[in-house]
Structure formats: C-alpha cells, structure tokens
C-alpha cells in the first residue's frame, strides 16, 4: 500500500519521483496512492508515449483523468490537454495516444451510485465563473457531496482558515500554491485529510485542480 492513511496530511511533488513501468510498454506511472499493485484504489501521474497503446479494460468503481499534456484517445474521441474525464462503473475502452500525453488517472474511487460520463474541455472559458474573492471556478463534476473543479487562483489572493468535510485533493498545475507550513509547485499533489485547517495564498497566477468531500470520514 502507498499513501492510504486518509486521516494524514500528504504533500508529493511529482516532478522529484521516477518514472515506473506499467504493465504495457510505452506506459509510464508515478504512484501518489496505490491500494494494491494493479488493482483498487489508485491515483498516478502517467505517461502514454508517442504511438502506445493500453490493452483494453474495464473500470471497476470508475476511472477519473486529466489531461495534462498532449492528446489521449480511445475509439470514442481524442481529448487534448485540458480535458477532464470520468469513465463510470461498467464502461470499458482501449486508450491509446499517436503523440503521446500525460495525464492524472484515478481509479476505482466512484461513488457506487455516481452513474455520470463526462468530457470537459477546461480550456473553454465559458463554463467559468467567479467565485469567493478574485478566484474564477470550472465545476467539473458533483455528487453526494463530492465536487470536482479547476480554480484559477490569482495572484495576491489569500484566504484564511479553510477546511473541508471529508478531505481535499489538489494537484498544481501552474503557478505556486503556498500555505503557512510551505509551497507547492506546478505538479504537486496535495491530499488534506477531513477538516484540516489551512490558510492558503498565492504569489503569482496559480492553476488548480481541486477535489472535495470524496475522502473517508473518520470512523464512518
């Protein structure tokens, strides 16, 4: 197992782990959790080289991506840098990418009940709102008290004492995220446990993807 206590604060720069084979030639994998080797929970920074392909699967409890870098397809689409993906329970694909890609992949994380497929082309900015302060806000999905969304996290921009029930994920994207115990780069992962307190700011022009309310909560 890798970084499965969700009752602890864990903070990964990506950028400082080796590349790991995966179980077809061309792609790569940086573990940031793994409940088990090739199967159950997991969440990994991959990388398809040009002209790989993975063998074709299914999504036990559901698959969640973002595409960080180049174009990922399947038989469905291709889907560039900037899109957000969710493959459900009972989906199945064969992914592939001609120029090769980078992505965040989360598996077997869905809520049971959380039926919805999703494509989200993040760089479009007419889905983008305003939201507390000077942040503008993409929400990319919703559920059961799970929300997903991109924040564009302006610079000067500080906030004070936030917390969320059932824990937080951020991966930066662009920028510097900082709080008071330290700053975290483009390609930092953070996963804040339930309610821990934090008082986040911002130096320079941050992009954030951003989860919420989807960890365990604390003897539940």
Request: charged letters at 25%.
């Amino acid at each position: 197992m890798l970084n499965m206590q969700f009752d602890r604060r864990v903070i990964i720069n990506a950028n400082d782990l080796a590349w790991q084979p995966s179980p077809m030639d061309g792609v790569l994998r940086k573990p940031l959790a793994r409940e088990e080797e090739e199967r159950g929970h997991a969440t990994s920074i991959v990388k398809y080289a040009p002209k790989s392909v993975f063998k074709h699967h299914e999504h036990p409890l559901g698959e969640e991506i973002l595409v960080l870098d180049g174009v990922f397809s399947d038989e469905f689409g291709d889907y560039p840098a900037g899109t957000y993906i969710r493959n459900p329970a009972g989906t199945s694909h064969t992914p592939f990418s001609h120029v090769g890609c980078t992505l965040l992949v989360k598996l077997h994380q869905f809520s049971a009940n959380d039926h919805h497929q999703i494509r989200i082309d993040t760089r479009d900015d007419k889905h983008w709102i305003d939201g507390q302060g000077r942040l503008r806000m993409l929400l990319l999905h919703e559920f059961n008290g799970e929300q997903v969304a991109m924040i564009r996290w302006p610079a000067g921009q500080h906030f004070f004492s936030i917390s969320h029930f059932c824990g937080e994920e951020i991966l930066v994207l662009s920028g510097e995220y900082r709080d008071e115990y330290g700053k975290y780069p483009a390609g930092t992962w953070l996963r804040n446990p339930h309610m821990f307190e934090y008082n986040p700011f911002a130096e320079e022009d941050t992009l954030l993807w951003v989860k919420v309310g989807h960890l365990p909560y604390p003897g539940g």
